[in-house]
C-alpha cells in the first residue's frame, strides 16, 4: 500500500493521503520516508534534496541511513 502512495506522492498526487487507512506512520518513518522521496525526486543529489528539505546533507544522510536501517523504502 505503501508503494502505490509514494509512486503517488512522487507524482505529486497528494489526494492518497485522505484514502490511507487507519495504519498510520509514525512522524520518525515519515520523516525518514519524505527524505527518501526528496532523494529520489533528485536523483540521489543529497545536496539538492536537503536545499528542498531545508536541512543539512549531514541531517538528510542520517535520515536516509536511519530509513534504510529500518527498512523504509519508496
Avoid: H, P
Wanted: glycine residues 2%; neutral net charge.
Amino acid at each position: 500500500r505503501w508503494d502505490e502512495f509514494d509512486e503517488q506522492l512522487l507524482m505529486g498526487d497528494s489526494s492518497q493521503l485522505i484514502q490511507i487507512d487507519q495504519s498510520l506512520m509514525t512522524f520518525r518513518q515519515l520523516k525518514k520516508a519524505y527524505a527518501q522521496i526528496a532523494i529520489s525526486r533528485c536523483d540521489n543529489n543529497l545536496s539538492s534534496a536537503a536545499k528542498i528539505l531545508g536541512i543539512s546533507v549531514n541531517t538528510l544522510k542520517r535520515l536516509n541511513q536511519a530509513a534504510k536501517m529500518d527498512e523504509i523504502y519508496i
